[in-house]
C-alpha cells in the first residue's frame, strides 16, 4: 500500500513558477513509477507528466514540454516533484500524483495509487 500527499499548490500569475511535491509513504517508493495528472473544471482527467522508477525515463504531455520538469528523490525523501515554470492560465487544474508498480507507466491511466489533488490556479 502507498499513501500520496501532493503540496505545493496555490494561486499565482501567469509567468509564474511552482513546484509540486508529493510525498510516498512506504519502503518501496524507488520501485514505483511515478505521474503527474491534472483535472480543470468540467474537463477530464489528462496526463501532464511521468517518471520510471529509477528517475532515468520521464515523459510529458506536449502541452508542458519545455516548461515542466518531473524529478524524484528515491535516496531520501520518498518524493516526486514536479516544477512548473512559465504558468498560464489554462494550466489551471486539480494536480494528482499517481504510483505504478511498473517501472514506467507514461500517460495510461493504469496507475495503482493516486494522491487527493492539490490546486493550482494561474491568474491572467
Known amino acids: 500500500q502507498v499513501q500520496l500527499v501532493e503540496s505545493g499548490g496555490g494561486l499565482v500569475q501567469a509567468g509564474d513558477s511552482l513546484r509540486l511535491s508529493c510525498a510516498a509513504s512506504g519502503r518501496t517508493f524507488s520501485t514505483y513509477a511515478m505521474g503527474w495528472f491534472r483535472q480543470a473544471p468540467g474537463k477530464e482527467r489528462e496526463f501532464v507528466s511521468a517518471?520510471?522508477?529509477?528517475?532515468?525515463?520521464?515523459?510529458y504531455a506536449d502541452s508542458v514540454k519545455g516548461r515542466f520538469t518531473i524529478s524524484r528523490d528515491n535516496a531520501k525523501k520518498n518524493t516526486v516533484y514536479l516544477q512548473m515554470n512559465s504558468l498560464k492560465p489554462e494550466n489551471t487544474a486539480v494536480y494528482y500524483c499517481?504510483?505504478?508498480?511498473?517501472?514506467?507507466?507514461?500517460?495510461?491511466?493504469?496507475?495503482?495509487?493516486w494522491g487527493q489533488g492539490t490546486q493550482v490556479t494561474v491568474s491572467s
Open positions: 499517481s504510483a505504478s508498480r511498473r517501472q514506467y507507466e507514461g500517460s495510461r491511466y493504469e496507475y495503482d495509487y
Open positions: 517518471i520510471s522508477w529509477s528517475g532515468g525515463r520521464t515523459g
